[in-house]
């Protein structure tokens, strides 16, 4: 049987070698786009957690500022 790259052969059959290494292309490309992601999803975590110590800090530094206006009344 002659080879083609086709996804059917020249009777109509599907060439099954075609379609899996088409799909194995897709695969590997949503895994590549999927590493990615997981960095980037990672670098907004960690952008996360310095910003909600960040917010503590501030609200810390006003609670207090509050704390001392109340006191020397």
Do not use: C, F, P
């Not at 086709?6 to 290494?21: F, P, R």
């Not at 949503?30 to 907004?44: P, T």
């Amino acid at each position: 049987m002659t080879k083609y790259d086709d996804a059917q052969t020249i009777t109509g059959e599907v060439n099954i070698n075609y379609v899996l290494t088409a799909y194995s292309k897709k695969l590997t490309s949503i895994m590549g786009e999927n590493i990615l992601l997981q960095a980037k999803l990672s670098e907004v975590e960690e952008q996360n957690i310095n910003l909600t110590k960040e917010i503590t800090r501030l609200n810390t530094k006003v609670n207090n500022g509050n704390s001392n206006k109340t006191k020397k009344k």
